[in-house]
């Protein structure tokens, strides 16, 4: 059997799983069918444990699942139906917000002392005993209506800095009563909790509990603290599921590609080997032959893969099946996922397009096209790559050209930065699938109107992308070039990457990041690995502050950079450049500062390449095929939008 120990049951309290893989609990920020048909999608797609998000115990401390009402049941009832039909197990997760609730009128977040959470910065009001004997009603009344609504289990959220694990926490509990000081004491709201819902539901019926391993504030939980909250808690719980991190450094408890496969294995495993009941861990983990690793080398009893399976629903089928090689990647981002249900309320995923709307969207197996048709792809990265592999699934006739030798477009850019590197994961994987599929690739072919007419195509899809502006231009002044930057030593971020022309790179370097997005950070990776000392000057007021919700996606690279020695300097614009020298001026300020630079990078906006379709549609209007502007060229900027809009167009082609 492929992967025996990932396939192996496992059995908690009274209820088997038939596999080792989870999904641990993950807002997405849908609701009704919609969520029930995200995770669905998963339990078909093979995972042994759904651990369905957040559900607010009270009304204090809402969310989308009203566990505090029975009018949750018939919900339950259908998602219970419709997850077991595919043999997953379906646990919920039971929240109370507490310190990192926002105020509203009249209502201050509660928790166990007046500390507040480092990103919230409300201080919240000390509970009281009988709001703490309230509160652990109200778990208890949630966890008898799960059972009641015929799902298989609970898990209490005591970890990030919620209400349980606030009170956990020598770092937010200070109390001198019977809920603070010693750890027997911290614990104790907890126990009554677990307490409580043991005598609402069955015998046998799972409960268990979600810690951090290490909270990442000074004097809070760290791996010693958290296995002896873990040796305190055994005796009362069915399963231990060990995460980590706080809001104090949120990105550490779904941290990015900055962070290795597996990175809070050497924390975690820890604490999960101080008890007998099987454990979770999380934290990076793609693969079912990783996830068999951990189970065999005895870290854990069972893997939570959350993000990979956002980015392929079926993953555990296809590598059961051994197809790993159709498993789309997960890049690691957080652009989709966490940005975008913190920016905009709902989940979706960089490279699946399905991700979050799935009762609407079919994941890969888009409708088979009304008539076949033959279509000319131009262009190679990933917009391009991706209409291709659509078209071909749909049915069409496929040619892809690419100019240059390679396929993969910026995303060979931006991953050969050392930091980034797991962003080619998703062109290598388009690449493999363009060849499964029958695409045929053309390198090294310019396409002009003559080629495209001898093809005699139906659907011409024209992914050409951008390159980066003239040297010289700069948002704050966009028709005055910055005087010097067209000297030897000035470069563009492309020549630095060593795309197009090779950047010589001397002992201090200076970038001046115009976007506020990851070019600038690869850059300045880029030129640290090179040897020279990098200062960053910026039009905003923090590097990477065009990027969404920069706590989960940008902050890592802020740390490593900042470790590194590389300064930042907020709201700046070019002034002149010299042989030795920047000079910049404070906007809106007109103070100027000179910096020392025998290097200089101007990471600005891109033209985009779109001179192809602009002639083949003013130029050839009855050539008999429509045109269609995808990608960077079509004013993108990320991978996330390069495949959304290829997929807009081939979907319904």
């Not at 799983?17 to 993950?26: D, K, P």
Request: net charge negative; aromatic share 6%.
């Amino acid at each position: 059997m492929r992967y025996p120990n990932v396939f192996r049951p496992q059995t908690i309290g009274g209820c088997t799983i038939a596999n080792r893989i989870v999904r641990t609990a993950h807002s997405t920020g849908a609701t009704g069918d919609d969520l029930i048909a995200y995770h669905e999608a998963r339990a078909r797609g093979g995972v042994g444990l759904a651990i369905i998000e957040i559900a607010g115990v009270n009304t204090d401390s809402p969310t989308g699942i009203p566990v505090h009402s029975d009018s949750v049941l018939p919900w339950y009832e259908q998602l219970s139906a419709r997850m077991h039909v595919h043999g997953t197990k379906v646990f919920q997760q039971l929240w109370h917000g507490g310190i990192t609730l926002q105020r509203v009128p009249g209502q201050r977040p509660i928790g166990p002392s007046p500390i507040p959470n480092a990103m919230v910065g409300v201080t919240p009001r000390p509970m009281s005993t009988g709001e703490i004997d309230d509160v652990v009603a109200d778990f208890a009344a949630a966890a008898r209506r799960v059972e009641q609504g015929g799902l298989d289990g609970v898990e209490l959220h005591a970890a990030h800095g919620y209400l349980l694990g606030s009170f956990m926490s020598p770092a937010t509990n200070v109390r001198d009563d019977d809920y603070g000081g010693p750890l027997v004491n911290r614990v104790r709201f907890v126990r009554e909790v677990l307490s409580a819902i043991r005598a609402e539901v069955s015998p046998g019926f799972p409960v268990g509990i979600r810690i951090s391993g290490d909270e990442f504030i000074e004097g809070g939980i760290d791996h010693t603290e958290a296995e002896a909250i873990a040796r305190e808690l055994e005796g009362e719980i069915d399963f231990l599921d060990v995460s980590m991190g706080t809001y104090w450094r949120f990105h550490k408890f779904l941290s990015t590609l900055d962070d290795p496969l597996g990175y809070e294995l050497d924390n975690n495993q820890r604490v999960t080997e101080v008890v007998e009941v099987p454990t979770i861990v999380t934290g990076r983990i793609m693969t079912l032959d990783h996830a068999d690793h951990i189970i065999s080398s005895g870290m854990a009893d069972m893997v939570s893969i959350v993000r990979a399976m956002i980015a392929d629903p079926e993953l555990v089928v296809k590598a059961r099946d051994g197809r790993e090689s159709e498993i789309r990647p997960c890049i690691g981002t957080s652009m989709g996922c966490v940005a975008q249900l913190m920016t905009t309320g709902r989940i979706q995923c960089v490279v699946n397009v399905a991700a979050g709307a799935e009762a609407e969207v079919p994941f890969e197996t888009p409708a088979p096209a009304d008539a076949l048709k033959k279509v000319l792809v131009v262009g190679g990265g990933p917009a391009g790559m991706e209409a291709a592999r659509t078209a071909a699934l749909r049915g069409h006739t496929v040619d892809l050209y690419e100019m240059t030798g390679h396929l993969g477009g910026q995303v060979r850019m931006a991953a050969s930065v050392p930091p980034r590197s797991d962003l080619g994961a998703i062109t290598r994987w388009q690449a493999g699938e363009l060849a499964r599929l029958g695409v045929r690739v053309h390198l090294r072919t310019p396409v002009d109107p003559d080629l495209i007419s001898g093809a005699a195509p139906d659907e011409v899809i024209v992914a050409t992308g951008s390159r980066p502006k003239t040297p010289g231009f700069q948002l704050s002044s966009p028709t005055i070039p910055v005087p010097g930057a067209d000297l030897p030593h000035v470069a563009t971020s492309w020549e630095v990457l060593g795309f197009g022309g090779r950047a010589q790179v001397g002992s201090n370097a200076v970038v001046y990041d115009d976007t506020g997005t990851f070019e600038a950070i690869s850059v300045a990776d880029e030129l640290l690995a090179a040897g020279a000392a990098v200062t960053i000057v910026g039009r905003h007021e923090q590097l990477g502050a065009k990027i969404p919700f920069p706590p989960a996606t940008v902050e890592a690279s802020r740390e490593r950079l900042f470790a590194a020695g590389v300064a930042f300097v907020p709201a700046m614009a070019l002034k002149r450049i010299t042989e030795d020298s920047v000079t910049a001026v404070g906007l809106g300020l007109g103070r100027e500062t000179t910096f020392d630079a025998d290097t200089v990078c101007i990471v600005t906006y891109h033209d985009l390449e779109d001179e192809l379709a602009t002639h083949l549609v003013d130029e050839h209007p009855d050539a008999g095929f429509t045109v269609h502007l995808i990608g960077d060229a079509d004013g993108g900027d990320s991978i996330h939008g390069a495949i959304r809009s290829a997929a807009a167009v081939t979907r319904t082609m």
